[in-house]
């Protein structure tokens, strides 16, 4: 707590420094006590903002450790930060932060719901007029196919023939057979059940039966781990695995791959469907979180528009997902209709600049406010 403490004490009266925060950000449980602090201190006091990047990690802790955290009884109440008996840190910030942020639109719809509120569905319905959700950016020069040194032949929606490059460089890398025809899946993943890894093990037999090779990057639960590998045993010429982390191979991957597979079943924003759009290699995504605010559905009327940028199924299962490959494969057969889709995935905006306005924005509406309310 002596971290949120100080955030607190230097959003208070009693700063030490001839400077006082008019607003406290906290992101995530480890920083959830500083707006508890700032609501228990006299005012003149910051408001706060507090993001949540993902609900189900909650920092529990004994009830016995209220005193050690300089907080009063009062505030162990179902209003405050009492959790089943326990002190939640991440429901400190949710119940005494002035606004409540989530890093996409749909997570922070999402969250209110009992299926996805980790037990905090009710409080995020109660305080829904204080929630937001501002999807994150991603860094656009760390990841950009015109310049990035990790990959075997840098390109751009212009020259997007230069993907072939990388992507035969992929298959080698990864012992596959060689060939620019056959479409090939990215996976960069935590392997656990949150990211819908299990349900490729599961689809392995069927992925392999497709004209498409599979290649996956990961590390995490034991048991996914080990039925990726044996996944790969099985189909050493269609499905491809690495355990651990390897960032030239991510980049790689993003570089080689034509479709990205990320069947989370729950995502409050993700990464790699932003990272593979800007590499031209449309996602194929769970809808869900921050997937759906950053992808757009492929159909007729979507190309038609412009608006598409790759694969989203509705149900976190093998059909539905299946289903979605299916549907991208299919697309890769016409390659100019293909080729349309990468670069509508590639023109979109998924730099900082929107999230950091809607950012600033909270701010000077929250320092404008002489004494914000709890």
């Not at 997902?321 to 890769?332: I, T």
Request: proline share 6%; with cysteine.
């Amino acid at each position: 707590g002596l971290l949120c403490r100080t955030a607190a004490l230097l959003g208070s009266a009693a700063s030490p420094i001839p400077w006082r925060a008019r607003v406290v950000h906290a992101n995530d449980w480890p920083a959830g006590l500083a707006p508890a602090y700032l609501h228990y201190t006299a005012p003149p006091r910051a408001a706060s903002v507090f993001t949540i990047h993902n609900l189900a990690f909650q920092g529990i802790f004994p009830r016995g450790q209220l005193g050690a955290l300089g907080l009063p009884q009062s505030s162990f109440t179902l209003e405050g930060l009492e959790f089943h008996g326990s002190i939640s840190f991440l429901k400190a910030g949710v119940s005494y932060s002035d606004v409540i942020a989530t890093v996409s639109s749909a997570y922070a719809r999402e969250i209110q719901s009992d299926e996805l509120g980790f037990g905090l569905g009710g409080l995020m319905r109660a305080r829904s007029d204080r929630l937001v959700g501002i999807p994150n950016g991603i860094d656009t020069c760390g990841w950009d196919p015109a310049r990035d040194p990790l990959i075997e032949s840098r390109y751009d929606a212009n020259r997007l023939d230069a993907k072939t490059i990388n992507k035969q460089a992929l298959q080698r890398r990864m012992q596959l057979p060689v060939g620019p025809e056959i479409p090939l899946i990215g996976v960069i993943s935590r392997f656990t059940g949150q990211k819908g890894v299990d349900l490729i093990a599961e689809a392995a037999a069927a992925l392999a039966e497709l004209p498409a090779q599979l290649v996956a990057l990961g590390t995490g639960d034991r048991n996914i781990e080990e039925a990726m590998l044996a996944a790969a045993a099985q189909h050493p010429h269609r499905i491809a695995v690495r355990i651990g982390f390897d960032e030239g191979l991510a980049h790689l991957i993003e570089a080689g791959a034509d479709i990205f597979l990320m069947p989370s079943r729950f995502e409050p924003c993700g990464l790699n469907q932003m990272y593979s759009q800007r590499y031209g290699t449309p996602p194929v995504a769970h809808a869900t979180g921050g997937l759906v605010d950053t992808i757009v559905d492929c159909s007729d009327a979507t190309l038609a528009d412009g608006t598409a940028s790759g694969f989203l199924f509705h149900s976190p299962g093998v059909a539905s997902m299946m289903d979605a490959v299916l549907r991208a494969a299919a697309l890769y057969s016409d390659p100019p209709r293909w080729r349309q889709l990468q670069r509508n995935g590639m023109a979109k905006d998924f730099s900082w600049s929107k999230a950091a306005a809607s950012y600033a924005g909270i701010y000077a509406a929250l320092a404008a406010s002489a004494q914000p309310s709890a």
